[in-house]
Protein backbone atom coordinates (compact mmCIF):
# COMPACT_ATOMS: atom_id res chain seq x y z
CA UNK A 1 0.00 0.00 0.00
CA UNK A 2 2.75 2.28 0.65
CA UNK A 3 6.08 2.53 -0.92
CA UNK A 4 9.54 1.22 -0.27
CA UNK A 5 10.98 4.73 0.53
CA UNK A 6 7.82 5.19 3.05
CA UNK A 7 8.42 1.77 4.15
CA UNK A 8 12.45 2.29 4.38
CA UNK A 9 12.05 5.61 6.75
CA UNK A 10 9.72 4.18 8.79
CA UNK A 11 11.97 1.22 9.39
CA UNK A 12 14.69 3.38 10.31
CA UNK A 13 12.50 5.53 12.72
CA UNK A 14 12.06 2.16 14.61
CA UNK A 15 15.71 1.06 14.82
CA UNK A 16 16.53 4.40 16.36
CA UNK A 17 14.03 4.53 18.91
CA UNK A 18 15.04 0.55 19.91
CA UNK A 19 19.17 1.97 20.02
CA UNK A 20 18.59 5.78 21.09
CA UNK A 21 17.70 6.34 24.50
CA UNK A 22 15.92 9.57 23.05
CA UNK A 23 12.20 9.85 22.11
CA UNK A 24 11.67 9.37 18.80
CA UNK A 25 9.22 12.18 17.50
CA UNK A 26 5.85 11.11 16.04
CA UNK A 27 5.41 11.97 12.68
CA UNK A 28 3.85 15.11 11.57
CA UNK A 29 0.46 14.87 9.85
CA UNK A 30 -1.09 16.72 7.32
CA UNK A 31 -4.34 18.03 8.86
CA UNK A 32 -7.01 15.46 7.37
CA UNK A 33 -9.84 16.49 5.40
CA UNK A 34 -12.23 14.67 7.26
CA UNK A 35 -10.95 16.92 11.33
CA UNK A 36 -13.00 19.30 12.24
CA UNK A 37 -11.39 22.91 11.89
CA UNK A 38 -9.69 23.90 15.21
CA UNK A 39 -10.49 20.74 16.90
CA UNK A 40 -7.32 18.25 18.07
CA UNK A 41 -8.85 14.48 17.76
CA UNK A 42 -6.39 12.48 19.03
CA UNK A 43 -8.90 9.47 19.51
CA UNK A 44 -7.55 7.57 17.30
CA UNK A 45 -3.82 8.65 17.09
CA UNK A 46 -1.22 5.54 17.31
CA UNK A 47 1.36 5.89 19.79
CA UNK A 48 4.82 6.40 19.22
CA UNK A 49 7.15 3.85 21.19
CA UNK A 50 10.58 5.77 22.29
CA UNK A 51 11.32 2.95 25.37
CA UNK A 52 14.67 1.50 24.19
CA UNK A 53 14.05 -2.06 25.53
CA UNK A 54 10.66 -2.22 23.34
CA UNK A 55 9.64 -3.38 19.64
CA UNK A 56 7.56 -1.52 17.71
CA UNK A 57 5.04 -2.30 14.67
CA UNK A 58 5.54 0.98 11.73
CA UNK A 59 2.60 3.16 12.10
CA UNK A 60 -0.17 2.44 10.19
CA UNK A 61 -0.74 5.79 9.47
CA UNK A 62 -0.62 7.29 5.78
CA UNK A 63 2.27 9.75 6.90
CA UNK A 64 5.96 8.69 6.60
CA UNK A 65 8.27 9.76 9.25
CA UNK A 66 11.90 11.33 8.90
CA UNK A 67 14.94 9.85 7.88
CA UNK A 68 17.58 11.15 10.25
CA UNK A 69 17.56 13.24 13.62
CA UNK A 70 20.32 16.00 12.67
CA UNK A 71 20.35 18.76 9.86
CA UNK A 72 20.17 16.42 7.06
CA UNK A 73 17.15 15.29 8.50
CA UNK A 74 14.23 14.40 5.69
CA UNK A 75 11.23 16.63 5.12
CA UNK A 76 7.64 14.62 5.72
CA UNK A 77 6.24 13.64 2.92
CA UNK A 78 2.71 14.81 2.78
CA UNK A 79 -0.24 13.04 2.28
CA UNK A 80 -1.82 12.19 -1.08
CA UNK A 81 -5.80 12.63 -1.90
CA UNK A 82 -5.76 8.64 -2.01
CA UNK A 83 -3.27 7.76 1.30
CA UNK A 84 -6.24 9.81 2.61
CA UNK A 85 -8.59 8.07 1.32
CA UNK A 86 -7.66 5.00 2.43
CA UNK A 87 -7.01 5.59 5.78
CA UNK A 88 -10.11 6.50 6.20
CA UNK A 89 -11.38 3.38 4.59
CA UNK A 90 -9.61 0.91 6.85
CA UNK A 91 -10.49 2.79 9.72
CA UNK A 92 -14.17 2.64 8.88
CA UNK A 93 -13.51 -1.41 8.57
CA UNK A 94 -12.28 -1.90 12.23
CA UNK A 95 -14.73 0.37 13.20
CA UNK A 96 -17.35 -1.80 11.92
CA UNK A 97 -15.52 -5.27 13.27
CA UNK A 98 -15.38 -3.73 16.47
CA UNK A 99 -18.67 -5.74 18.63
CA UNK A 100 -21.28 -3.17 19.20
CA UNK A 101 -21.58 -2.23 22.71
CA UNK A 102 -24.70 -3.22 24.63
CA UNK A 103 -27.37 -0.68 25.72
CA UNK A 104 -28.06 0.09 29.62
CA UNK A 105 -31.44 -1.22 30.08
CA UNK A 106 -33.55 1.63 30.92
CA UNK A 107 -34.85 1.86 34.38
CA UNK A 108 -38.84 0.24 35.07
CA UNK A 109 -41.24 2.71 34.87
CA UNK A 110 -38.94 5.27 33.00
CA UNK A 111 -40.46 6.69 30.23
CA UNK A 112 -40.15 5.66 26.45
CA UNK A 113 -37.50 6.88 24.49
CA UNK A 114 -38.76 9.22 21.51
CA UNK A 115 -37.03 10.72 18.57
CA UNK A 116 -35.12 13.88 18.83
CA UNK A 117 -34.83 16.55 15.67
CA UNK A 118 -32.32 18.94 15.73
CA UNK A 119 -34.25 22.39 14.88
CA UNK A 120 -33.51 26.09 15.20
CA UNK A 121 -35.88 27.65 17.75
CA UNK A 122 -36.78 31.86 16.98
CA UNK A 123 -37.75 33.38 20.01
CA UNK A 124 -37.28 36.88 21.79
CA UNK A 125 -37.58 38.16 25.37
CA UNK A 126 -37.13 41.30 27.41
CA UNK A 127 -34.19 40.60 29.57
CA UNK A 128 -35.49 42.86 32.70
CA UNK A 129 -35.05 40.68 35.71
CA UNK A 130 -32.80 38.61 34.24
CA UNK A 131 -28.97 38.26 34.56
CA UNK A 132 -28.68 37.59 31.23
CA UNK A 133 -29.11 34.94 28.54
CA UNK A 134 -26.88 32.14 29.23
CA UNK A 135 -27.58 29.74 32.11
CA UNK A 136 -25.78 30.71 35.28
CA UNK A 137 -26.09 28.62 38.47
CA UNK A 138 -28.30 30.59 41.55
CA UNK A 139 -29.20 32.96 38.47
CA UNK A 140 -32.48 33.73 36.80
CA UNK A 141 -31.33 33.40 33.12
CA UNK A 142 -33.55 33.15 29.70
CA UNK A 143 -31.88 30.02 29.04
CA UNK A 144 -33.09 28.44 32.32
CA UNK A 145 -36.47 29.72 31.61
CA UNK A 146 -36.42 28.17 28.28
CA UNK A 147 -35.28 24.42 29.13
CA UNK A 148 -37.30 24.04 32.43
CA UNK A 149 -40.25 25.30 30.26
CA UNK A 150 -39.22 22.95 26.94
CA UNK A 151 -38.57 19.90 29.78
CA UNK A 152 -42.47 21.04 31.38
CA UNK A 153 -43.43 20.80 27.92
CA UNK A 154 -42.12 17.66 26.45
CA UNK A 155 -39.72 18.89 24.07
CA UNK A 156 -36.56 17.54 26.51
CA UNK A 157 -37.43 14.48 27.94
CA UNK A 158 -36.48 13.80 31.72
CA UNK A 159 -33.38 11.71 30.77
CA UNK A 160 -31.56 14.99 29.10
CA UNK A 161 -33.33 17.17 31.83
CA UNK A 162 -30.35 17.53 34.03
CA UNK A 163 -27.35 18.99 31.12
CA UNK A 164 -28.66 21.21 28.66
CA UNK A 165 -25.31 19.64 26.60
CA UNK A 166 -27.35 16.28 26.51
CA UNK A 167 -29.31 17.98 23.60
CA UNK A 168 -26.89 20.48 21.77
CA UNK A 169 -28.03 23.48 23.46
CA UNK A 170 -26.13 26.54 21.35
CA UNK A 171 -27.59 30.29 21.40
CA UNK A 172 -26.44 32.10 18.23
CA UNK A 173 -25.50 35.49 20.53
CA UNK A 174 -24.92 35.51 24.45
CA UNK A 175 -26.39 38.78 26.23
CA UNK A 176 -25.63 41.17 29.18
CA UNK A 177 -28.04 41.34 32.33
CA UNK A 178 -30.95 43.30 31.11
CA UNK A 179 -30.19 43.17 27.54
CA UNK A 180 -33.85 42.57 25.37
CA UNK A 181 -34.10 40.84 22.50
CA UNK A 182 -36.18 40.84 19.28
CA UNK A 183 -34.69 38.22 17.78
CA UNK A 184 -32.74 35.18 19.32
CA UNK A 185 -31.62 31.68 17.49
CA UNK A 186 -31.36 28.48 19.48
CA UNK A 187 -30.21 25.49 17.94
CA UNK A 188 -30.46 21.77 19.71
CA UNK A 189 -32.02 18.31 19.42
CA UNK A 190 -35.79 18.35 20.29
CA UNK A 191 -38.54 16.03 20.53
CA UNK A 192 -41.14 17.70 18.19
CA UNK A 193 -44.08 14.52 17.32
CA UNK A 194 -46.45 17.16 19.14
CA UNK A 195 -47.91 19.66 16.58
CA UNK A 196 -48.85 22.03 19.18
CA UNK A 197 -45.35 21.74 20.68
CA UNK A 198 -44.53 25.58 20.37
CA UNK A 199 -47.50 26.38 22.07
CA UNK A 200 -47.16 24.27 24.90
CA UNK A 201 -43.93 25.98 25.26
CA UNK A 202 -44.99 29.08 25.05
CA UNK A 203 -47.84 28.05 28.11
CA UNK A 204 -44.99 27.22 30.20
CA UNK A 205 -42.77 30.38 29.88
CA UNK A 206 -43.36 34.15 31.55
CA UNK A 207 -45.21 36.36 29.12
CA UNK A 208 -41.93 38.39 28.64
CA UNK A 209 -40.17 34.96 26.94
CA UNK A 210 -42.02 33.98 23.68
CA UNK A 211 -41.20 31.09 21.15
CA UNK A 212 -41.88 32.05 17.83
CA UNK A 213 -41.60 28.93 16.26
CA UNK A 214 -38.67 26.61 15.03
CA UNK A 215 -36.95 25.22 11.66
CA UNK A 216 -35.81 22.05 11.00
CA UNK A 217 -32.50 22.02 10.37
CA UNK A 218 -29.41 19.32 9.48
CA UNK A 219 -27.66 17.42 12.34
CA UNK A 220 -24.18 19.52 12.04
CA UNK A 221 -25.97 22.88 12.65
CA UNK A 222 -24.73 25.16 14.73
CA UNK A 223 -26.82 28.45 15.98
CA UNK A 224 -23.66 30.27 16.60
CA UNK A 225 -20.97 29.47 14.66
CA UNK A 226 -23.18 29.41 11.27
CA UNK A 227 -24.33 32.88 11.85
CA UNK A 228 -22.84 35.27 9.86
CA UNK A 229 -23.62 38.25 11.58
CA UNK A 230 -25.75 39.77 14.24
CA UNK A 231 -27.84 43.08 14.20
CA UNK A 232 -28.53 45.08 17.36
CA UNK A 233 -30.39 48.53 18.32
CA UNK A 234 -29.68 50.68 20.96
CA UNK A 235 -32.85 53.07 21.71
CA UNK A 236 -31.12 56.10 22.95
CA UNK A 237 -32.68 59.52 24.15
CA UNK A 238 -31.37 62.47 22.37
CA UNK A 239 -31.05 64.71 25.91
CA UNK A 240 -28.13 62.77 26.49
CA UNK A 241 -26.11 64.53 23.77
CA UNK A 242 -26.22 68.23 26.27
CA UNK A 243 -23.56 70.04 26.39
CA UNK A 244 -21.27 69.05 29.58
CA UNK A 245 -22.67 70.87 32.88
CA UNK A 246 -20.27 73.25 33.91
CA UNK A 247 -21.97 72.46 37.93
CA UNK A 248 -20.35 68.95 37.15
CA UNK A 249 -17.20 70.09 36.14
CA UNK A 250 -16.99 72.45 39.68
CA UNK A 251 -17.79 69.21 41.31
CA UNK A 252 -15.58 67.32 40.21
CA UNK A 253 -12.88 70.02 40.58
CA UNK A 254 -13.75 71.25 43.94
CA UNK A 255 -14.55 68.44 45.89
CA UNK A 256 -13.09 65.31 47.56
CA UNK A 257 -13.32 62.46 45.75
CA UNK A 258 -14.97 60.24 48.24
CA UNK A 259 -17.22 63.48 49.11
CA UNK A 260 -18.36 63.60 45.57
CA UNK A 261 -21.82 62.14 45.32
CA UNK A 262 -24.52 62.34 42.08
CA UNK A 263 -27.39 64.94 42.70
CA UNK A 264 -31.18 63.99 43.07
CA UNK A 265 -32.55 65.68 39.90
CA UNK A 266 -35.67 68.04 40.46
CA UNK A 267 -38.93 67.50 38.69
CA UNK A 268 -37.64 71.07 36.42
CA UNK A 269 -34.64 69.60 35.72
CA UNK A 270 -37.12 66.32 34.62
CA UNK A 271 -39.32 68.47 32.51
CA UNK A 272 -36.00 70.19 30.68
CA UNK A 273 -34.68 66.50 29.67
CA UNK A 274 -37.94 65.55 28.10
CA UNK A 275 -38.42 68.71 25.89
CA UNK A 276 -34.83 68.69 25.22
CA UNK A 277 -34.65 68.25 20.94
CA UNK A 278 -31.01 67.49 19.49
CA UNK A 279 -29.74 69.60 16.54
CA UNK A 280 -29.29 68.70 12.93
CA UNK A 281 -25.34 69.15 13.76
CA UNK A 282 -25.48 67.10 17.07
CA UNK A 283 -27.77 64.14 14.90
CA UNK A 284 -25.09 64.65 12.13
CA UNK A 285 -21.84 64.34 14.65
CA UNK A 286 -23.26 60.95 15.99
CA UNK A 287 -23.94 59.36 12.20
CA UNK A 288 -20.66 60.37 11.18
CA UNK A 289 -18.86 59.30 14.67
CA UNK A 290 -20.53 56.11 14.14
CA UNK A 291 -19.68 55.60 10.85
CA UNK A 292 -15.85 55.23 12.11
CA UNK A 293 -16.40 52.14 13.65
CA UNK A 294 -17.38 50.42 10.01
CA UNK A 295 -14.79 48.34 8.88
CA UNK A 296 -12.01 46.14 10.57
CA UNK A 297 -10.62 47.61 13.59
CA UNK A 298 -8.77 46.51 17.02
CA UNK A 299 -11.62 46.91 19.62
CA UNK A 300 -9.43 45.81 22.41
CA UNK A 301 -10.40 49.28 24.18
CA UNK A 302 -14.18 48.63 24.19
CA UNK A 303 -14.40 45.29 26.25
CA UNK A 304 -13.26 44.11 29.36
CA UNK A 305 -9.31 43.71 30.16
CA UNK A 306 -9.49 40.07 31.17
CA UNK A 307 -8.70 37.89 28.12
CA UNK A 308 -8.32 40.32 25.90
CA UNK A 309 -5.48 40.55 23.83
CA UNK A 310 -4.44 42.13 20.13
CA UNK A 311 -4.80 38.79 18.39
CA UNK A 312 -8.58 38.39 19.75
CA UNK A 313 -9.69 41.99 19.68
CA UNK A 314 -10.31 42.47 15.99
CA UNK A 315 -14.09 43.01 14.89
CA UNK A 316 -15.65 43.98 11.69
CA UNK A 317 -18.43 46.18 11.66
CA UNK A 318 -20.70 46.15 8.65
CA UNK A 319 -22.73 48.95 9.24
CA UNK A 320 -24.00 51.55 12.22
CA UNK A 321 -26.67 53.86 11.21
CA UNK A 322 -28.76 56.25 13.71
CA UNK A 323 -32.60 56.81 12.83
CA UNK A 324 -34.01 60.42 12.16
CA UNK A 325 -35.43 61.46 15.90
CA UNK A 326 -38.94 60.67 16.81
CA UNK A 327 -41.36 61.31 20.24
CA UNK A 328 -42.03 58.84 22.35
CA UNK A 329 -44.40 60.24 25.69
CA UNK A 330 -42.91 63.98 25.34
CA UNK A 331 -39.60 62.86 25.06
CA UNK A 332 -36.83 62.37 21.73
CA UNK A 333 -35.75 59.07 21.14
CA UNK A 334 -33.02 57.78 18.15
CA UNK A 335 -32.68 54.32 17.65
CA UNK A 336 -29.07 53.51 16.81
CA UNK A 337 -28.44 49.77 14.18
CA UNK A 338 -24.95 48.41 14.35
CA UNK A 339 -24.83 45.03 11.94
CA UNK A 340 -21.41 42.98 13.07
CA UNK A 341 -19.80 39.86 12.41
CA UNK A 342 -19.51 39.38 16.49
CA UNK A 343 -19.23 41.61 19.08
CA UNK A 344 -16.92 41.23 22.26
CA UNK A 345 -18.51 41.65 26.10
CA UNK A 346 -19.92 44.86 26.48
CA UNK A 347 -18.64 46.01 22.94
CA UNK A 348 -21.73 47.77 21.75
CA UNK A 349 -22.57 49.87 24.93
CA UNK A 350 -19.09 50.81 25.08
CA UNK A 351 -18.98 52.03 21.31
CA UNK A 352 -22.35 53.95 22.18
CA UNK A 353 -21.14 55.29 25.66
CA UNK A 354 -17.69 57.17 23.71
CA UNK A 355 -20.02 58.71 21.15
CA UNK A 356 -21.92 60.31 23.62
CA UNK A 357 -19.14 61.68 25.79
CA UNK A 358 -17.88 63.15 22.11
CA UNK A 359 -20.86 64.89 21.53
CA UNK A 360 -20.95 66.43 25.31
CA UNK A 361 -17.59 67.01 25.47
CA UNK A 362 -17.40 68.80 21.82
CA UNK A 363 -14.31 66.22 20.76
CA UNK A 364 -13.04 65.37 17.37
CA UNK A 365 -13.93 62.58 15.57
CA UNK A 366 -10.42 61.42 15.16
CA UNK A 367 -9.86 60.39 19.30
CA UNK A 368 -11.98 56.82 17.68
CA UNK A 369 -9.15 56.46 15.29
CA UNK A 370 -6.71 57.22 18.01
CA UNK A 371 -8.28 54.37 20.42
CA UNK A 372 -7.99 51.62 17.88
CA UNK A 373 -4.20 52.10 18.42
CA UNK A 374 -3.48 52.87 21.75
CA UNK A 375 -2.62 51.26 25.00
CA UNK A 376 -5.33 50.55 27.19
CA UNK A 377 -7.62 53.40 28.40
CA UNK A 378 -11.25 53.35 30.03
CA UNK A 379 -14.37 53.19 27.74
CA UNK A 380 -17.31 54.73 29.82
CA UNK A 381 -20.07 52.10 28.92
CA UNK A 382 -23.88 53.10 28.07
CA UNK A 383 -26.56 51.36 30.25
CA UNK A 384 -27.38 48.20 29.02
CA UNK A 385 -30.91 49.41 29.48
CA UNK A 386 -31.39 50.49 25.74
CA UNK A 387 -29.61 47.95 24.23
CA UNK A 388 -31.65 44.82 22.27
CA UNK A 389 -30.84 42.17 20.10
CA UNK A 390 -32.72 42.95 17.10
CA UNK A 391 -31.45 39.24 15.52
CA UNK A 392 -28.80 37.35 14.64
CA UNK A 393 -28.12 36.70 10.31
CA UNK A 394 -27.90 33.29 8.48
CA UNK A 395 -27.37 34.41 5.24
CA UNK A 396 -24.33 31.98 3.70
CA UNK A 397 -26.31 29.05 5.27
CA UNK A 398 -29.56 30.01 3.73
CA UNK A 399 -27.57 30.47 0.38
CA UNK A 400 -26.63 27.39 0.53
CA UNK A 401 -29.82 25.86 0.93
CA UNK A 402 -31.47 27.87 -2.01
CA UNK A 403 -28.73 26.08 -4.49
CA UNK A 404 -29.13 22.59 -2.94
CA UNK A 405 -31.75 20.39 -4.37
CA UNK A 406 -35.56 20.87 -3.59
CA UNK A 407 -35.88 18.24 -1.28
CA UNK A 408 -32.75 20.05 1.14
CA UNK A 409 -33.24 18.25 4.85
CA UNK A 410 -33.58 22.28 6.29
CA UNK A 411 -35.38 25.26 5.99
CA UNK A 412 -34.23 28.57 6.14
CA UNK A 413 -33.15 30.15 9.52
CA UNK A 414 -35.34 33.59 8.75
CA UNK A 415 -37.41 35.40 11.31
CA UNK A 416 -39.69 36.84 8.39
CA UNK A 417 -43.26 34.69 8.63
CA UNK A 418 -42.92 36.09 12.37
CA UNK A 419 -42.35 39.46 12.18
CA UNK A 420 -46.15 41.01 12.78
CA UNK A 421 -45.75 38.88 16.12
CA UNK A 422 -42.11 40.41 16.93
CA UNK A 423 -43.22 43.80 16.03
CA UNK A 424 -46.05 43.66 18.45
CA UNK A 425 -43.95 42.27 21.12
CA UNK A 426 -41.32 44.51 20.46
CA UNK A 427 -43.55 47.25 21.61
CA UNK A 428 -45.32 45.82 24.28
CA UNK A 429 -42.51 44.49 26.58
CA UNK A 430 -39.15 45.86 24.83
CA UNK A 431 -39.63 49.46 23.97
CA UNK A 432 -42.09 50.58 26.32
CA UNK A 433 -40.11 48.70 29.01
CA UNK A 434 -37.01 50.57 28.39
CA UNK A 435 -39.40 54.16 28.08
CA UNK A 436 -41.13 53.59 31.19
CA UNK A 437 -38.11 52.53 33.17
CA UNK A 438 -36.66 55.65 32.30
CA UNK A 439 -39.06 57.86 32.94
CA UNK A 440 -39.54 56.53 36.23
CA UNK A 441 -35.44 55.70 36.63
CA UNK A 442 -33.97 58.29 35.12
CA UNK A 443 -31.35 55.24 34.20
CA UNK A 444 -29.27 57.84 31.45
CA UNK A 445 -29.35 60.90 32.73
CA UNK A 446 -28.12 59.89 35.89
CA UNK A 447 -25.43 57.78 33.66
CA UNK A 448 -23.92 60.69 32.18
CA UNK A 449 -24.08 62.79 35.91
CA UNK A 450 -21.77 59.99 36.62
CA UNK A 451 -19.03 60.26 34.16
CA UNK A 452 -18.69 63.86 34.57
CA UNK A 453 -18.71 63.87 38.56
CA UNK A 454 -16.44 60.94 38.30
CA UNK A 455 -14.32 62.26 35.33
CA UNK A 456 -10.92 60.41 36.23
CA UNK A 457 -10.92 57.61 33.80
CA UNK A 458 -11.87 60.06 31.15
CA UNK A 459 -9.40 62.84 30.92
CA UNK A 460 -9.12 61.61 26.90
CA UNK A 461 -11.95 62.91 26.03
CA UNK A 462 -12.02 66.36 25.54
CA UNK A 463 -11.56 69.47 22.90
CA UNK A 464 -8.26 68.22 21.57
CA UNK A 465 -8.46 64.52 21.14
CA UNK A 466 -5.42 64.05 22.40
CA UNK A 467 -5.25 60.89 25.00
CA UNK A 468 -2.63 61.91 28.03
CA UNK A 469 -0.64 59.82 29.38
CA UNK A 470 -2.50 59.33 32.97
CA UNK A 471 -5.54 58.13 30.69
CA UNK A 472 -3.36 54.95 30.26
CA UNK A 473 -4.35 52.04 32.25
CA UNK A 474 -1.43 50.25 34.48
CA UNK A 475 -1.91 48.21 37.45
CA UNK A 476 -0.59 50.73 39.61
CA UNK A 477 -3.62 53.15 38.08
CA UNK A 478 -5.99 50.56 38.73
CA UNK A 479 -4.98 49.40 42.01
CA UNK A 480 -5.19 53.58 42.93
CA UNK A 481 -8.29 53.57 41.14
CA UNK A 482 -10.09 50.55 42.90
CA UNK A 483 -8.95 51.62 46.27
CA UNK A 484 -10.45 55.08 45.26
CA UNK A 485 -13.83 53.46 44.54
CA UNK A 486 -13.52 51.37 47.52
CA UNK A 487 -13.21 54.62 49.64
CA UNK A 488 -16.22 55.52 48.29
CA UNK A 489 -18.65 52.66 48.96
CA UNK A 490 -17.80 52.78 52.92
CA UNK A 491 -18.74 56.47 52.85
CA UNK A 492 -21.87 55.96 51.06
CA UNK A 493 -22.66 53.00 53.46
CA UNK A 494 -21.88 55.50 56.27
CA UNK A 495 -24.24 57.99 55.09
CA UNK A 496 -26.70 55.17 53.92
CA UNK A 497 -26.59 56.06 50.76
CA UNK A 498 -25.67 52.71 49.93
CA UNK A 499 -27.17 51.87 46.08
CA UNK A 500 -26.85 55.83 45.08
CA UNK A 501 -25.73 54.74 42.18
CA UNK A 502 -26.99 51.57 39.87
CA UNK A 503 -23.98 48.73 39.25
CA UNK A 504 -24.17 50.30 35.60
CA UNK A 505 -23.35 53.54 36.80
CA UNK A 506 -20.69 52.48 39.18
CA UNK A 507 -19.11 50.39 36.17
CA UNK A 508 -19.21 53.41 33.61
CA UNK A 509 -17.65 55.95 36.16
CA UNK A 510 -15.17 53.68 37.37
CA UNK A 511 -12.95 50.68 36.24
CA UNK A 512 -13.15 48.14 33.65
CA UNK A 513 -12.16 44.90 35.39
CA UNK A 514 -15.40 43.93 36.09
CA UNK A 515 -16.59 40.43 36.27
CA UNK A 516 -18.22 38.99 33.55
CA UNK A 517 -22.05 38.54 34.26
CA UNK A 518 -22.83 37.65 30.49
CA UNK A 519 -21.47 38.02 26.73
CA UNK A 520 -22.05 39.70 23.44
CA UNK A 521 -20.82 37.24 20.54
Not at 63 to 91: F, I, L, M
Not at 186 to 209: A, R, T, W
Not at 311 to 320: A, G
Request: charged residues 30%; proline residues 6%; hydrophobic residues 35%.
Amino acid sequence: MFGARSVLGRIATTVRSIISPKAVTPPTQTPSAFAMPDTQDTSSAEPVVSNSNATSEPSASPATAAGNDGPGKRKVRAQTTKERREYAKRKRLERQQEEPRERQPRPEGSEPRKPKRKVALLMGFCGTGFQGMQVNPNARTIEGELFKAMIAAGAVSEDNADDQSKVQFQRAARTDKGVHAAGQVVSLKMIIEDPDIVQKINEQLPEQIRLWGYVRVVKSFNSKTLCDSRIYEYLLPTHVLMPSSEKNAEIARTVEFVQRTVPEITPEQIEELRAYRASEEQLQFVRDALAKYCGTHDFRNFTVTRGCTESNSKRYIHSFTASDPMIIRGAEWISLKVKGQSFMLHQIRKMVGLVVLMARAGAPLKLIDALFASPRVNVPKAPGLGLLLEQPVFESFNRRLKNQRKDASSDPVTFEPYMEQINEFKQKFIYDAIVDTEMSDNVFNAWVQGTEIFPEPFTYVNKEGVIPEEAFITPESERKWQQKMQELREVEQKLGKAGNQSDDDSEAAGSDNDDEKGKVN
